[in-house]
């Protein structure tokens, strides 16, 4: 729906940012929808779906799923939260991070806010209660995510949103793969060196 109508991320983000701004409305097996509108969120808030998308609406955003990744955070240092939803919870951990550094790199004021929030979260999980595997991939997503907005104009390119007419174009190609790989090689490389 929202790939049809972009527009709708913008035309009702106060619900949709008070629907996503407590974990409390994923529990009774509605997981699966929270984690898709996370990614809406960050799939979508961007000016180029909608020119209202403005600063203020990507702060509302923001500060929705900041104050969820905290919030989640939380929960998944008790290891009985761990144990009971981990997969569940790494996913929604992983699209969260994700939602998060795509609203950044569309406003660039957001990504010290950002990149402390994924700090944050690195800290609180390197010894956590979650299994190893699911602590690697929330770990890894975050130090990747991290590495790329330290670099604001390809965080821009790599994390935006694309247009419907430059996915199709990048599909009946394998050039646009190419670049891609090799500006995520070479942001690597310039943050680690």
């Not at 646009?176 to 790989?181: M, N, Q, S, T, V």
């Not at 500006?183 to 060196?193: D, E, F, G, K, Y």
Request: glycine share 4%.
């Amino acid at each position: 729906m929202f790939k049809a109508f972009p527009a709708l991320i913008i035309d009702h983000v106060s619900d949709i940012t008070e629907y996503t701004g407590s974990l409390r409305n994923m529990m009774d097996g509605k997981e699966h929808y929270f984690v898709h509108i996370i990614w809406i969120i960050g799939e979508y808030a961007a000016s180029h779906y909608d020119e209202r998308c403005s600063t203020e609406i990507l702060v509302k955003y923001h500060e929705s799923l900041e104050c969820v990744a905290y919030e989640l955070s939380m929960v998944l240092q008790s290891s009985s939260a761990a144990k009971q939803g981990g997969a569940n919870m790494t996913r929604l951990m992983s699209v969260l991070m994700t939602a998060l550094a795509k609203v950044a790199s569309r406003c660039q004021d957001l990504i010290p806010r950002v990149l402390l929030c994924l700090t944050k979260i690195v800290k609180q999980h390197a010894e956590s209660q979650v299994d190893r595997a699911s602590r690697q991939v929330m770990l890894s997503r975050a130090s990747e995510l991290v590495n790329i907005l330290k670099m604001p104009s390809l965080a821009a390119t790599i994390l935006s949103a694309m247009s419907e007419d430059f996915a199709t174009a990048r599909k009946q190609s394998l050039e646009g793969d190419r670049e891609i790989a090799l500006l995520l090689q070479t942001a690597t490389s310039l943050v680690q060196h």
